[in-house]
């Protein structure tokens, strides 16, 4: 989930709305990705018979979306080069990225054939949620693209130019406050007294799987409007920008399960680096309502990093 801000009312300490979304457009548009695609090894013939000669290998690069990868932000593509062995060397820039590290960079190497349909050689991805933020390229080197016995391999860098990403050389922490829920369904029935409500705070990786979890007290006869105001912290997040905040919503139960009230999910890789708590308000998906809670990076992951600062120095501090 990247939040709109139909769906969201964001601030940072006593900051409201407009300016928030003022820093979107004067923070958020100028991320960058850089690309070096530098070379292939070992691709298949794809022209193989007489007179045809070898493979006119490229590769097209997409920025997608994470969460739904026919939805292109940015495509390029190198030169075509006839070799199963091609270097390439070229650089690509993809700027005003809004959410760099909620995309994903998609690398398919293609046989150009001026009659038939180009022919797939190869390909892989990177979730950018995984890049650090630093200033010199981040190299994949020997990457597998195709074939089992007779592999092919692909060598690129990116770079993020220091101005997003995760923290360099360490893991790093997430602060959570969740505050409150309101207008929750009535699990209980109109005789069967009020909702005790909780929330499961959850980090999933990007596959989904739970790395770390943790719970809200229970609110007992909370009824369809609860405050928490609880805090938590997850510490040791490995590429940050990867994961996902899931809040799910529970009715406390003592004789049957518990009933899920409605839940969240908020991809870290959309959320700034900021030095104070960013407060979001977001509507609960299954059932009606909505949750308000804060996360706060401490400034030291995110993105709209400035380049050059030093962490917690990040560029939305400078523009407020």
Known sequence: LKPSFNQVEVCFGLAEVEPFRRSMNLVGGKNTLKVKIKSAQNLRDADWGPFTGSSDAYVRMRVVDDDNHSHVIQTAQ????????????????????????????????LDKDW??????????SVDLGMLTAEKGWQDFNDVWIDGFVFKSYIN???????????????????????????????AEGWFSGKNDPYCIVKILDSAG????????????EAGRDVEWNEDFVFEGIQN???????????????YRIDDNLGEIVFHLGTLKCHPEPQEFKLALMKHPGNITFTLDNKGLWGYGKKKGLMPAECNICTTM
């Open 156 to 186: 690129f860098s990116l770079s993020t130019g220091g101005g997003w990403g995760n923290s360099p050389d360490e893991d790093d922490t997430l602060y959570v406050t969740v505050k409150q829920a309101n207008s929750l369904r009535n």
């Open 115 to 124: 009659l038939t349909a180009d022919d797939p050689l190869g390909e892989t």
């Open 78 to 109: 190198t030169k075509v080069i006839s070799s199963q062995n091609p270097t390439w060397n070229e650089e690509f820039t993809f700027s005003n990225l809004e959410h760099p590290g909620a995309y994903t960079i998609k690398l398919n190497v």
């Open 240 to 254: 940050p920008g990867a994961s996902r905040l899931k809040l799910e919503v529970y009715d406390k139960d003592n």
């Open 209 to 220: 799987g739970t790395l770390q979890q943790q719970q809200t007290s229970i609110k007992n």
